[in-house]
């Protein structure tokens, strides 16, 4: 069974930094689409980035050129970095992949930015 496990959230101060990641098991993680997701209170989960099987990265319009998406095949992981946080971007963040299975939402990662 596909155990997505999210790991690297805390609470940062606005223009700080975090490095989240994302370790798969019990899928075969090279051949998917991987995706970062947030869910902030009161709010739908939505797509922060994505990063194909050959590592094409897309960003939403909110993260682009502060948040990098990256991958490693052999550790079966992918990574989101965090730069010039802002308390917009407090949330929830999941890792899955793109388009997502709803069976394999893990318990995700808390990212809290505030003073």
């Known amino acids: 069974q596909v155990q997505l496990v999210e790991s690297g959230g805390g609470l940062v101060q606005p223009g700080g930094s975090l490095r989240l990641s994302c370790a798969a098991s019990g899928m075969l993680f090279s051949i998917y689409t991987m995706g970062w997701y947030r869910q902030a209170p009161g709010k739908q989960r939505e797509l922060v980035a994505s990063?194909?099987?050959?590592?094409?990265?897309n960003y939403a319009d909110s993260v682009k050129g502060r948040f990098t998406i990256s991958r490693d095949n052999a550790k079966n992981t992918v990574y989101l970095q965090m730069n010039s946080l802002k308390p917009e971007d407090t949330a929830v963040y999941y890792c899955?992949?793109?388009?997502?299975?709803?069976?394999?939402w893990g318990q995700g990662t808390q990212v809290t930015v505030s003073s």
């Open positions: 990063i194909t099987r050959g590592g094409t990265t």
């Open positions: 899955n992949a793109h388009p997502y299975d709803s069976r394999w």
